[in-house]
């Protein structure tokens, strides 16, 4: 039976090579032809004679899932709805802008976290994704965008798509290798981002072998509040984030942490609210990035007003708490944060 190629490491290619009588440096060439120049078949690869070809394409495929639909907000912002080979639907989207070009990639079809701020939320837990469905989003977006073998590159990859990364770590961490071993269109660990709702015990397990940035969404200053809108907060508390924070950071000093901090009117953007967070991140060697809620059909939360934000935001800075208000990308094709859904691509978008 063939297995997908994705889904193996450098060094487990090598060892199939070698017990098939293949030689080993044939891994490195079938690398580069799938992760530099996009190639989905064996028979492309032109520095590989026609019988190796042939074998190759009887051990392996090189998957990629079905583009059912794509949505282009005014902004440059792409929006993909994949079908997986088992019908599930998934949704990841690419984020042009003139310093960098990024894709935010899903880790799960649906979520088991429940966050009541976000689509993805609503549809409860279905499974987790593989390694190959989740590298397979970023070449994705390199076909749809010609980004193969030139100089126009991703630039960025952010886990913050469908599903909660950490609960599916062993995947992601593979696919995150991968990606990043590929030194020629590769990425370098500061231009990857995890983010998690905050699985404490799963932070502290990983924090040494998860090569890149961490993002924690804390969106409360406080555990009242973000229980009432992060179910999880009952389970892992923010005392609780926030240690097994400082045990990633004491592995990555060169890396800040950055806490996400979604600002929704009336329950997370008061002043207060803001003197409580500076009060708790500033011992920490964090950065915030305030985001603007994005709203979206059967959800009672609002958005926040620009001055409110402003004034939350210079709470933050009297205190030099690094801070930065991310602008919304996508919101006109439901791309935006907390918007994915796997399903409303006409209607709706980081
Ligand atoms: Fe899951 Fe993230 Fe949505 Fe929370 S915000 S429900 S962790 S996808």
């Not at 088992?86 to 310093?99: G, H, N, Q």
């Not at 994704?129 to 590298?135: D, Q, R």
């Not at 000093?253 to 609210?273: A, P, V």
């Amino acid at each position: 039976m063939k297995s997908g190629i994705l889904n193996h490491s450098a060094d487990e290619l090598k060892a199939i090579l070698k017990e098939a009588g293949i030689p080993t440096f044939r891994a490195s060439q079938i690398w580069e032809w799938i992760y530099r120049f996009g190639k989905t078949s064996f028979h492309d690869m032109t520095n590989i004679g026609k019988l190796l070809q042939g074998r190759l394409d009887e051990m392996f495929y090189i998957y990629r899932p079905q583009v059912i639909n794509t949505a282009k907000s005014s902004d440059g912002t792409i929006k993909f709805l994949l079908r997986l080979s088992d019908t599930s639907t998934i949704e990841c989207v690419y984020i042009p802008d003139v310093k960098r070009k990024t894709i935010c990639v899903s880790s799960q079809v649906g979520c088991a976290m429940g966050c009541k701020f976000c689509s993805t939320g609503r549809l409860g837990f279905v499974r987790n994704l593989s390694a190959e469905e989740i590298i397979s989003q970023f070449l994705i977006v390199k076909d749809y965008t010609n980004m193969w073998g030139c100089d126009d590159r991703l630039s960025n990859i952010v886990f913050m798509g469908m599903g909660e990364p950490l609960l599916n770590h062993q995947n992601v961490l593979r696919a995150i290798y991968n990606v990043m071993l590929d030194t020629e269109a590769g990425l370098s660990r500061r231009k990857i981002t995890v983010s998690t709702c905050g699985i404490s015990p799963i932070i502290r397990k990983i924090s040494k072998e998860l090569p890149c940035r961490l993002a924690v969404s804390l969106h409360a200053p406080n555990d009242e509040i973000r229980s009432s809108i992060m179910p999880i907060n009952n389970t892992y508390n923010i005392a609780s984030i926030l240690d097994a924070c400082k045990e990633y950071y004491s592995h990555h000093k060169f890396l800040k942490i950055t806490f996400e901090y979604l600002l929704i009117n009336g329950i997370n953007d008061s002043k207060s609210c803001a003197i409580e967070l500076r009060d708790l991140l500033k011992p920490l060697n964090a950065k915030v990035n305030l985001l603007r809620f994005n709203e979206w059909s059967g959800c009672e939360f609002k958005t926040s007003t620009g001055m409110k934000i402003q004034t939350f935001a210079n709470v933050l800075k009297e205190c030099d708490v690094e801070v930065s208000i991310r602008t919304r990308r996508g919101a006109d094709i439901m791309a935006a944060c907390g918007q994915l859904s796997s399903g409303n691509i006409n209607s709706h978008a980081i």
